[in-house]
């Protein structure tokens, strides 16, 4: 077992949950990750192996046949998998934040109806905040639903939908003005829609159309997609939560939990580029004697090991601020920043001690290094975590008087 990013204080369940996923790891994930990746495919099979091991209900609560497990749990879960290639983790997450939202938001039919499928994996999640034209301002949202008797009819066009094709069920957020006066806050006027669709490209159901898979320098395998909503008519019970207008606040609710899924997955990367990096140095030899012995790769070495305990150390303390039932904005923002930041730069070191074998497709550092970009952007830029994590002080730290 490796020294770094461990974690203190985990039940004996937690520890065996753990051990299984890692071994799972490095047999069923690490030997084909790269190939699968340079080929652009998805993982069918290990997406099957997880099934089989319970992943997809990990946090679903056991009453719904799932595994009730907690938020520290699933992360350090993810931390694992992303270890092995990230886009799977991202195959996990997307369907674990609609379970999420249901099991905080639904009524008690939609959770009856979802969640027990969802823990199977029969019905896979996928979830629908951006747009073209909006990147982070969430508010600016124009897709919309109108109602239409004992229905509503969506119109618009959604971007960056992790598991676009392979889901059947996408929490979807849109505009809905029907009980909101004119002049109401953007946020207070939108709703998010339970959309089921068959899996697969083309029009997926009447009025919904999932184009094709979006070409992306790294994060392949998984499929990230465009959803278009023509005339798209949903019944109004899958609104979630039964009641319109709450949309906004369930989708960040979701999204918090979503950051301290992306932190884990930027300490599981970091883990990688490490062990790559500590590998190669003690392998390559220049002037007499393998690169490790160089005091220069000594010193990256130093820095990278340090940046992944210190990531893996925030992400876990994010996560078990939230499993205590307090506010964890502050912590799963500056948990996402910090480790999605010193990835990048763990992978980048690693990439250097490379040196020139670093750029090639034969090496697994080459996949890493494209890989750690979705992580600056994915859930909230950094630049969107500065100003949560800004607030959240200036909230804590103001004066009085």
Known sequence: MARLAQTAGLT??????LSTVRDFVDKEIIPVATELEHRDE???????????????GLMIPEEYGGLGESLLTYALCVEEIARGWMSVSGIINTHFIVAYMLKQHGTQEQKDYFLP???????????????PGLGSDVSAITSKAVKDGDEYVL?????????????????????????????TAPHKSMTTFLVEKEPGFGEVRPG????????KMGYKGVDTTELIMDGLRIPANRVLGGTTGQG?????????VGRVNVAARGCGVAQRAFELGVSYAQ??????????????????????ATKVEAAHAMMVNAARKKDSGERNDLEAGMAKYLASEYCKEV????????????????????????????????????????MIIGRRLLEEYRLQG
Not at 162 to 169: E, I, V
């Open 117 to 131: 499928r969802m823990a199977l994996g029969e019905v896979r999640g996928a979830f629908s905040m951006s747009e």
């Open 248 to 256: 906004f606040y369930q989708m960040m609710d979701g999204v918090e």
């Open 283 to 304: 392998q390559r030899h220049t002037f007499g004697k393998p690169i490790a012995q160089h005091q220069a790769i000594q010193f990256k070495l130093a820095e990278m």
């Open 155 to 183: 119109n618009g066009q959604k971007m960056w939908l992790t598991n676009g094709g392979t889901s059947t069920l996408v929490a979807v957020l849109v505009r809905s003005d029907e009980g909101h006066p004119e002049g």
């Open 42 to 56: 998805y993982p069918q099979q290990i997406v099957d192996g997880l099934k089989e091991l319970g992943l997809f």
């Open 347 to 386: 992978v980048e070191d690693a990439f250097r001690i490379h040196g020139g074998y670093g750029f090639s497709k034969e090496y697994e550092i080459e996949r890493l290094y494209r890989e750690a970009p979705m992580l600056l952007i994915g859930e909230g830029t950094a630049e969107i975590q500065k």
């Open 208 to 215: 919904l159309t999932i184009p094709g898979k979006i070409d």
């Open 12 to 17: 004996d369940i937690q520890q065996e949950i």
